[in-house]
């Protein structure tokens, strides 16, 4: 099976920077696009940006030129450099990837269990 495993949330002040990761491991043949969601309490889950397996890259508007999304092909991680951030970017963030697994090769998305970011005022 797959696995991806957030890490580097947290609480920061306004203004500041954060920078979480999303590793996948398992019986991985391939990973194709990989992205970043978030979910704020009592809202739908939303894309914030997403990878293809060739760095092609879009983001959601309320992100753009503070947002970074980034992976190492190498070490089946996605990064997403968060500066400038905002109350508003208060919520959980999940990412996704397309994952090819098997002897017999079969594609199918995964997600990790989530990291909080919390931005105060």
């Known amino acids: 099976q797959v696995q991806l495993v957030e890490s580097g949330g947290g609480l920061v002040q306004a203004g500041g920077s954060l920078r979480p990761s999303c590793a996948a491991s398992g019986r991985i043949v391939s990973i194709g696009t990989m992205g970043w969601y978030r979910q704020a309490p009592g809202k739908q889950r939303e894309l914030v940006a997403r990878?293809?397996?060739?760095?092609?890259?879009n983001y959601a508007d309320f992100v753009k030129g503070r947002f970074t999304i980034s992976r190492d092909n190498v070490k089946n991680t996605v990064y997403l450099q968060m500066n400038s951030l905002k109350p508003e970017d208060t919520a959980v963030y999940y990412c996704?990837?397309?994952?090819?697994?098997?002897?017999?090769?079969?594609?199918?998305?995964?997600w990790g269990q989530g990291t909080q970011v919390t931005v105060s005022s």
């Open positions: 996704a990837a397309d994952v090819v697994t098997g002897v017999i090769p079969v594609r199918r998305n995964y």
């Open positions: 990878i293809t397996e060739g760095g092609s890259t």
